[in-house]
């Protein structure tokens, strides 16, 4: 729990995290277990929740092997009443040497929406 008066939090955040590929990157390693990730995600969220504003929102951006495990946490988190939205990303289209793909291909990411309380939440 932030103890900070409302009008020293936050009004918005939105997180991009490592989506679990199993690679290690030049500033992060995208390796971990996804019990460890879930955990580590979890625990980043609450303190996001902690530091928003009574009318604040979180925003989420995740590929499809995460998004719907992240739905429950964040149920968990915020409440299934402050949900607002699922938002659909489209990333690309299958072009060049990606149409011999062998496989289907991701065409889109997905962002989540909360609000810490969804009835103050104004949408501008």
Same mark, same amino acid.
């Given at each position: 729990?932030?103890? #900070?008066?409302?009008?020293?939090?936050?009004?918005?955040?939105?997180?991009?995290?490592?989506?679990?590929? *199993?690679?290690?990157?030049?500033?992060?390693?995208?390796?971990?277990?996804?019990?460890?990730?879930?955990?580590?995600?979890?625990?980043?969220?609450?303190?996001?929740?902690?530091?928003? #504003?009574?009318? *604040?929102?979180? %925003?989420?951006?995740?590929?499809?092997?995460?998004?719907?495990?992240?739905?429950?946490?964040?149920?968990?988190? %915020? *409440?299934?009443?402050?949900?607002?939205?699922?938002?659909?990303?489209?990333?690309?289209?299958?072009? *060049?040497?990606?149409?011999?793909?062998?496989?289907?291909?991701?065409?889109?990411?997905?962002?989540?929406?909360?609000?810490?309380?969804?009835?103050?939440?104004?949408?501008?």
């Amino acid at each position: 729990f932030d103890a #900070r008066p409302d009008e020293q939090k936050i009004k918005c955040v939105y997180i991009d995290p490592p989506y679990t590929t *199993g690679q290690a990157f030049e500033h992060y390693d995208d390796n971990l277990e996804q019990s460890q990730w879930f955990t580590m995600i979890r625990d980043r969220t609450t303190v996001i929740h902690s530091l928003l #504003r009574e009318d *604040g929102v979180f %925003f989420i951006q995740l590929d499809e092997k995460n998004i719907f495990h992240m739905r429950i946490i964040l149920d968990e988190i %915020f *409440g299934k009443q402050n949900f607002v939205k699922f938002f659909i990303v489209k990333t690309s289209d299958p072009s *060049g040497l990606k149409t011999v793909n062998p496989a289907p291909y991701d065409a889109a990411e997905y962002i989540l929406m909360y609000a810490k309380n969804k009835s103050l939440y104004k949408y501008n």
